[in-house]
């Protein structure tokens, strides 16, 4: 009888064992390839498919990468990735954070990262030449907080826009690790509110939007299917143009 129960409690330990070697790992890194863009700029590009325009390539300081599959129809645009390459005669244990502005890919990669970024994954100066030399390189990464100190979630009304019968906006400095998944136009005055499209990358658009003052409300959603509604201090007057930028007044403390 009590080698039955002992059986039983091995199974069971071993079991259990397989459920949790087989749970995610927030902290492992992924195995892949990194090439960066052949332009002669240091930075990233102002035509990217997440809709950032001259923004996505200045960004975290340039620092920036298209991606393949990460891209997840433009729901991964603003995220943020450790992404360091996996030779250890050139590259450093730090490696390099990137922010997600583009759809991309080369030579079986995951990510091509600004000419800036691929060099700052090396030990040095001399290193990060050499690095840029080869051209593509085997990488290591894994998704890690999106942070910007003393900037909040900025909106930026697309110069397509014409008010007030089409609105597009573009979500700069999105934080945390958490995906925006969905957003809300709301009139401010009658709290009525209507879900948008999104209409490619980080670029959400409405037809015959409401009239005077808009808050816009963001639904953010992490990898453990969690979801949480923010909703921004500051307004978009009832005046906005296409061009204009708007502080929203919200951070998501990651």
């Not at 090439?35 to 809709?51: F, L, V």
């Not at 129809?73 to 490696?95: E, F, H, I, M, P």
């Not at 209507?194 to 003052?213: E, M």
């Not at 816009?216 to 307004?235: A, C, Q, Y």
Request: aromatic residues 10%; charged residues 20%; glycine residues 10%.
């Amino acid at each position: 009888m009590m080698a039955l129960v002992f059986g039983l409690l091995t199974a069971t330990l071993l079991l259990f064992g397989s459920f949790v070697d087989a749970a995610p790992c927030a902290d492992c890194f992924t195995q892949s390839r990194a090439a960066y863009y052949p332009n002669s700029d240091d930075k990233g590009t102002e035509t990217g498919r997440c809709g950032f325009g001259a923004f996505g390539a200045t960004i975290n300081n340039g620092d920036v990468a298209a991606v393949s599959d990460l891209y997840r129809d433009g729901l991964g645009c603003g995220a943020c990735y450790q992404v360091r390459c996996t030779n250890g005669k050139y590259c450093s244990d730090k490696g390099v954070n990137v922010v997600i502005t583009d759809h991309g890919s080369s030579h079986d990669t995951d990510f091509i990262m600004s000419r800036r970024a691929f060099g700052r994954m090396a030990q040095n100066v001399d290193a990060g030449a050499s690095l840029l030399a080869l051209g593509v390189v085997d990488i290591e990464y894994r998704r890690v907080p999106c942070s910007y100190p003393n900037t909040n979630i900025t909106i930026k009304i697309d110069e397509s826009s014409s008010n007030p019968h089409y609105l597009a906006f573009v979500i700069w400095y999105q934080q945390g690790m958490e995906d925006i998944t969905a957003v809300q136009l709301c009139e401010t005055q009658s709290y009525s509110c209507k879900l948008l499209d999104r209409s490619y990358g980080a670029v959400w658009t409405a037809t015959s939007p409401p009239s005077g003052p808009l808050s816009v409300r963001m639904l953010l959603s992490d990898e453990n299917g969690d979801e949480k509604w923010i909703v921004p201090v500051n307004d978009i007057p009832d005046n906005w143009k296409a061009g204009d930028i708007y502080d929203s007044g919200a951070q998501v403390i990651a």
